[in-house]
């Protein structure tokens, strides 16, 4: 059973286009993230939620919409896609928080935006 | 605004060496150090957790030691192996904020058969 789970893993789009990824965990962990690695391979924290609040957005632009329908599910929606969206997103869940436990990632969905 | 910063960017070691990866941190008021292994086109795989009152963790061939004051953390390998290349990350997070992890730029180990 995939602990964390994300599609599509591949997306190709163009500039101007909306989309969406999907994220599930079945591991019963309150927290989830979405994280965005880009061509450099940097990593770095996007959006958390917590039992489907949300706790942190990282400067990130109005057209990234991060919606939880529950703490099992955080999708990630995307208005007018631009060129400099192409990175791969991870998806990732914790217990609670980051202090006690491990983050579990998702395998990442490469958005390529032409 | 804390900053995580891995030495070095990339490592090639023969079959059955032993090696160390670094990890220093700017702000020295963590509640933990993670270190993740990824594959190419995969996602991350936590190794291993320290928290800030502890000073290593092992978990088989893999030790993290952590040195919170001098912000600092090593990531020792023993009789590496081919299976072990990959990227290794290490990641902090802050002490006020149990919701975000600061990650380094990775060491990419290629382990040579």
């Known amino acids: 059973d995939t602990a964390v789970s994300q599609t599509p893993k591949y997306l190709v789009t163009q500039m101007g286009n909306d989309k969406s990824i999907k994220c599930e965990q079945n591991l019963g962990h309150d927290t989830m993230y979405w994280y965005k690695q880009d061509s450099k391979k940097f990593l770095k924290i996007m959006f958390s939620y917590n039992n489907k609040e949300l706790i942190i957005n990282e400067t990130v632009p109005n057209r990234f919409s991060p919606k939880s329908p529950d703490k099992a599910h955080l999708n990630l929606h995307i208005n007018s896609l631009e060129l400099g969206d192409s990175a791969v997103y991870f998806c990732a869940s914790s217990i609670l928080g980051v202090n006690t436990g491990e983050l579990f990632f998702g395998e990442g969905s490469r958005l390529t935006v032409l | 605004k804390q900053e995580v910063t891995q030495i070095p960017a990339a490592l090639s070691v023969p079959e059955g060496e032993n090696l160390v990866l670094n990890c220093s941190f700017t702000?020295?008021?963590?509640?933990?150090l993670q270190w993740f292994r990824q594959d190419p086109g995969k996602g991350l795989t936590s190794l291993l957790l320290i928290q800030s009152s502890q000073r290593e963790q092992t978990s088989g061939r893999l030790n993290a030691s952590l040195d919170k004051s001098s912000g600092r953390s090593t990531l020792y390998i023993a009789a590496s192996q081919p299976g072990d290349s990959a990227t290794y990350l290490c990641a902090v997070n802050v002490e006020g904020s149990n919701y975000k992890l600061t990650f380094g730029k990775g060491t990419l180990l290629t382990v040579n058969p």
């Open positions: 702000d020295s008021a963590i509640y933990n």
